[in-house]
Nanobody
């Protein structure tokens, strides 16, 4: 079992920056694919970014609209995964969720591919 707790969400102005953190409990954190999703009001939960450790090292991948603005990182010693968000836009407003899966093959961008979820943290970007 893995338990995930997000923190860091708040109100921020457009163009600003924000860092989200997700603390994970449980064993073998480094073996999990860790991801961030977000859900805006009335919309589906969408993939944002993920990080995985495989034979070639640590890999990351992003949804197109956040490339160059968001950075996902993980600290395996602390069992945390972070999302640094820069140049925020009003359309980034959403509840941000941390997710984990024990599977590492292929890029995993769908909600059904993740077994574990946090409770979410609200990010609001004002214009």
């Amino acid at each position: 079992q893995v338990q995930l707790v997000e923190s860091g969400g708040r109100l921020v102005q457009a163009g600003g920056s924000l860092s989200l953190s997700c603390a994970a409990s449980g064993r073998s954190f480094s073996s999990y694919t860790m991801a961030w999703f977000r859900q805006a009001p009335g919309k589906e939960r969408d993939f944002v970014a993920a990080t995985v450790i495989n034979w070639s090292g640590t890999s990351t991948y992003y949804e197109d609209s956040v490339k160059g603005r968001f950075t996902i990182s993980r600290d395996n010693a602390k069992n945390t995964v972070s999302l640094q968000m820069n140049s925020l836009k009003p359309e980034d407003t959403a509840v941000y969720y941390c997710a984990a899966t024990q599977y590492k093959q292929f890029e995993r961008r769908k909600t059904y591919e993740y077994e574990y979820w946090g409770q979410g943290t609200q990010v609001t970007v004002s214009s």
